[in-house]
């Protein structure tokens, strides 16, 4: 079945340790994003891609880095210099060109800073 | 940058109730969409609508691009509507890919 993946759904790290979280969509689609949730708030972007190694920073990219090697496949690391990491990151992923540009969405990773 | 905002914030409906949700937003626009977020935390596209109206199912929305709002109507509501709802608009002059999101209302609908 076509979607988006999102591993791990939980994680834990310790301050100061670097993480990866891993999104993989067999979509087909140009444009992936990262987003970043916290409790009673809505999506704030971190990183959008529109295609295969290019990436542009979104609202809050500090302490966040990005990598798009391939279509399939657009990680997200977050750096032990984000200073409050504990939140719900969310991946999305959009076909390119037109108007309607449906984004569509993996589980999520939640992720706790200990 | 524009700025969406949408009320109202929560909503508590009782089973079989019908609810309107309101998403205004202060610029010109060229994608509007809203989104159900389940209790579990997965976002569900409900409607891809950047003028116009459509309807799927008990769901329906329209959006008045000259008046600057989308609305969310939600007919015969069931517990499984429960959850949060959020409108999520683009740019006109700007990349049309970049969404700028609003809080969302978030809906308990009791048995």
């Known amino acids: 079945d076509g979607g988006i993946t999102q591993s791990p759904k939980y994680l834990f790290r310790k301050e100061g340790q670097n993480v990866t979280l891993s999104c993989e969509q067999n979509l087909n689609h140009d444009a992936m994003y990262w987003y970043r949730q916290d409790p009673g708030q809505g999506l704030r972007l971190i990183y959008y891609?529109?295609?295969?190694?290019?990436?542009q920073k979104g609202d809050i990219a500090e302490g966040y880095s990005v990598s798009r090697e391939k279509k399939e496949s657009f990680p997200l690391t977050v750096t032990s210099a984000q200073k409050n990491p504990t939140a719900f990151y969310l991946c999305?992923?959009?076909?390119?060109?037109?108007?309607?540009?449906?984004?569509?969405f993996g589980p999520g990773t939640r992720l706790t800073v200990l | 940058g524009i700025q969406v905002e949408q009320s109202p914030p929560d909503l508590i409906l009782q089973e079989g109730a019908n609810s309107t949700l309101r998403c205004n937003f202060s610029?010109?626009?060229?994608?509007l969409q809203w989104f159900h977020q389940n209790p579990w935390g997965q976002l569900i596209n409900l409607f891809y609508?950047?003028?116009?109206?459509k309807q799927n199912g008990r769901l329906s929305a329209t959006t008045v691009a000259t008046e600057r709002y989308s609305l969310l109507y939600i007919s015969s509501s069931q517990t499984t509507d429960s959850g949060v709802y959020f409108c999520?608009?683009?740019?006109?002059?700007?990349?049309?890919?970049?969404?700028?999101w609003g809080l969302g209302t978030s809906l308990a609908v009791n048995p």
């Open positions: 999520a608009v683009g740019e006109r002059d700007g990349n049309n890919r970049k969404l700028i």
């Open positions: 609508i950047p003028s116009g109206t």
């Open positions: 610029d010109s626009v060229n994608n």
């Open positions: 891609s529109q295609i295969v190694n290019d990436f």
């Open positions: 999305a992923s959009s076909t390119r060109g037109g108007s309607t540009d449906t984004q569509y």
